[in-house]
């Protein structure tokens, strides 16, 4: 049996474990790594280009079709012993297989949006389960165009990869300099702007009219909506609650109201 | 400044330490632990009996009124060097009190169910950090009534009671050795039984009428819901879903069958 890398001191191994494991090395190198076979095999299947890929011996047996797919659609393949894998990986029982990708160019322009109807804007969510949550939920309830602010957790952070469940090489995405002005652009495109509070006396969700151009802003986890961005808000809107919770999660909260917008279009 | 224990080698330090991080230890004392002035406050606010609490100077100082509560409520009061807090601690970043409790001894029996109408229930749900947001979840929509299997990952998981945000102390919990047979009591009295499938040929979530008893079941993250639980159900249902994500996060689709069933109500 024989590896392409046998040393953790090899400088590919060295970049991919750094891209893995430290955000601002991913951002100043716009490269970032996706761990396990349903993850890379969703980049591949997104059409995302793969530069390189490191798989196990294992792997390439347990999962020998895919894999070899992988292996022809990636520019480069490496053979690594487990322990390699391990290094590069940041899950406690890794697959056997991670890939190398360059960032994704996907800014769409704010003025030009034309057949999207339904948007979700997020505010400094910081936490990438609920980042991953959400990108996961928003495809599946229809909302396939996500607005993030500059204080969102990192996009490429492994774990929203993984949260996502593919759904974050699906999604389009605009990572906004400024929310309140990529608002006001959404605004200008006479999409309504929702803003979430668990305030009992912003308008229910279920009393909005939800037909037409929507986009749902939802907050941060400890703070919610900045005041700067509910003043660009159209309407602030709730969800009803009752017993002694203050608030639902974020990603909770914006799945439940992504899912009255959805229930809206199907009629 | 005096501290009433200095050393990590100290018996109760250890104890502690071991409820906090050891599942097995949790279920054979029957002890927990609970960290973080908010939960452990609303602990207290729930009546809950607190045994043991352990604190730092700085807590006591920045959470000075709270904390004196506590402290003249618990059996015992510990003032301790941050060091030993941080042993006895799961966060990164521990605010300065942890609090050891007896566990909640809250059994309801299914047969003499009377006020509660909405239920949710449980079948090995892994994830603490979804356990606990379903708890959160289920109080804010009104169902403060959860069934949870054997294979449901710990109720007194620290992740699972901060996740809850206090919601654990509150609900109505029974824990079924055999979720099937809870499941035929719920329905002898009158119960229609939903099991929670990603599957088209169920039931949509929003064509079934949720009026009356209602007991929604949800299943384990990676796999769903048994064929043994299924088979035992009234019903199937599903939430619609578009895109290529093939299921929704276990709490999610938690929540919005929650919610489906509080729109319900509202009317």
């Given at each position: 049996?024989?590896?392409?890398?046998?040393?953790?001191?090899?400088?590919?191994?060295?970049?991919?474990?750094?891209?893995?494991?430290?955000?601002?090395?991913?951002?100043?190198?716009?490269?970032?790594?996706?761990?396990?076979?349903?993850?890379?095999?969703?980049?591949?299947?997104?059409?995302?280009?793969?530069?390189?890929?490191?798989?196990?011996?294992?792997?390439?047996?347990?999962?020998?079709?895919?894999?070899?797919?992988?292996?022809?659609?990636?520019?480069?393949?490496?053979?690594?012993?487990?322990?390699?894998?391990?290094?590069?990986?940041?899950?406690?029982?890794?697959?056997?297989?991670?890939?190398?990708?360059?960032?994704?160019?996907?800014q769409f322009s704010l003025n030009t949006i034309?057949?999207e109807?339904?948007i979700?804007a997020?505010?400094?969510?910081?936490?990438?389960?609920?980042?991953?949550?959400?990108?996961?939920?928003?495809?599946?309830?229809?909302?396939?165009f996500?607005v993030?602010s500059?204080?969102?957790?990192?996009?490429?952070?492994?774990?929203?990869?993984?949260?996502?469940?593919?759904?974050?090489?699906?999604?389009?995405?605009f990572f906004a300099d400024e929310i309140c002005n990529a608002i006001e652009c959404l605004k200008k495109v006479d999409f309504k702007v929702?803003?979430?509070?668990?305030?009992?006396?912003?308008?229910?969700?279920?009393?909005?009219?939800?037909?037409?151009r929507?986009a749902?802003v939802?907050?941060?986890?400890?703070?919610?909506?900045?005041?700067?961005v509910?003043?660009v808000c159209s309407?602030?809107?709730?969800?009803?609650?009752?017993?002694?919770?203050?608030?639902?999660?974020?990603?909770?909260?914006?799945?439940?109201?992504?899912?009255?917008?959805?229930?809206?279009?199907?009629?």
């Amino acid at each position: 049996m024989s590896f392409d890398i046998v040393s953790k001191e090899n400088a590919k191994i060295k970049y991919v474990k750094k891209l893995a494991f430290n955000e601002n090395f991913r951002k100043r190198e716009r490269y970032f790594t996706a761990e396990g076979l349903r993850l890379c095999y969703d980049i591949f299947l997104s059409g995302v280009s793969i530069d390189e890929i490191y798989y196990t011996n294992e792997a390439a047996k347990k999962f020998s079709e895919k894999i070899d797919e992988l292996i022809s659609y990636a520019k480069r393949a490496y053979c690594v012993p487990v322990e390699i894998l391990k290094e590069i990986s940041d899950t406690k029982t890794p697959q056997g297989i991670v890939c190398l990708c360059e960032k994704l160019d996907k800014q769409f322009s704010l003025n030009t949006i034309s057949s999207e109807n339904k948007i979700i804007a997020l505010e400094d969510i910081q936490d990438p389960g609920n980042l991953g949550t959400i990108l996961r939920t928003a495809e599946a309830l229809g909302m396939n165009f996500i607005v993030m602010s500059k204080g969102c957790c990192d996009f490429y952070n492994p774990k929203v990869l993984r949260g996502s469940m593919g759904a974050a090489f699906r999604a389009k995405t605009f990572f906004a300099d400024e929310i309140c002005n990529a608002i006001e652009c959404l605004k200008k495109v006479d999409f309504k702007v929702l803003g979430a509070v668990p305030d009992k006396s912003a308008s229910l969700i279920t009393d909005v009219n939800l037909s037409g151009r929507i986009a749902i802003v939802v907050g941060n986890e400890g703070n919610g909506l900045t005041q700067g961005v509910l003043d660009v808000c159209s309407q602030k809107v709730t969800i009803p609650m009752l017993g002694r919770v203050e608030s639902l999660n974020a990603a909770m909260a914006a799945g439940i109201l992504m899912w009255e917008i959805m229930r809206e279009v199907r009629g």
